[in-house]
């Protein structure tokens, strides 16, 4: 496991930030009840509201100044959207090139009001990325000390592992949770688990349609859920991040509320190691049948 690269085992997600009508004091102290609950890192992309998310945070950081030494900023590039912010781009597309890598990195310190980016990930893989070139990009960054660390994000496992023969790679961030397990069939985990790349699972909860959705795959895993969190004394939430963390390869739960009880049940998850019978029992509700 790369073990410089120091994550809290839960991450805050501030991908829906602007729908929690926080003003800037209100999200000070979400911050800070975060890091009270033991959340130290904070996972954003440049392009996360428009292109003002990472502005949002980095004024929050910069009204309370003691903040920034006591959590890790996990920030994204590489995927281009067609925005106001962003006269220059033309139609949606994806960019690792070294020009844009390095202006997003700058946008993004001086949006987060920092001079370091603890963790870096390549946000979608480019299909046109040159790999030698990506490199010598991430070392510039981290000689110039702007990134500590780098990754990437909804990669394939041999688009991360043709990186990572020029570059370490620390992390993976790709989409895991009851209701979508596809990282346990395509090697995205096994390969994390090989090489010691440490992941991180966004929409741990699908994007809450694991607590409210409708649909036949989502009553299921909430009946198999719920049954679990009855004899352990746990909610449906925190039954699903325990099952993410039951995984060998531990992975990092992302998570998206915006409620500070939200992340509360996410941290109970970390005292909740569920047996693999359960976890099977998961797997069965999630595929809709019994193992072969
Ligand atoms: N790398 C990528 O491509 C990528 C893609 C998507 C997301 N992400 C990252 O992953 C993070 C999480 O994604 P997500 O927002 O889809 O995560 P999620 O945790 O699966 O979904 C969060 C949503 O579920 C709702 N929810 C309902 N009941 C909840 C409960 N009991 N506990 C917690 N949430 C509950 C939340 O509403 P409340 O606020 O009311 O709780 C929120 O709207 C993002 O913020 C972002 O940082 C990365």
Redesign the pocket.
Known sequence: MNDSLALSPI??????LR??GLDRPGLVRWIEQALDLGITSF???DI?GDYGVEADFGAALAAAPGLRQRLQIVT?CGIKLVSAQRPGHALKSYDSSRAHVLASVDASLRALHTDRIDLL?L??PDLLMDPEELADTFRHLLAAGKVLHFGV??HTPGQLAMLRKRHPVASH???F?PLQMRALADGTLEQCLDLGVRPMA???????????GQDAQAQRLRGVLQAIGQRHGA???TVAYAWLLRHPARPL???????VD?LR??VAALSLRIGAEDWYAVWQASIGQELP
């Open positions: 991450v805050a997600g501030l991908w829906r729908d929690w996972d954003h992309a996360y994204k990930l946000h979608r994000s909804n961030q790709f989409e949770s966004w929409s741990p909860l699908g994007g809450g349609r694991l607590i409210t909610s449906l939430a739960p992302v998570t998206g509320t915006g409620r939200g049940e996410a």
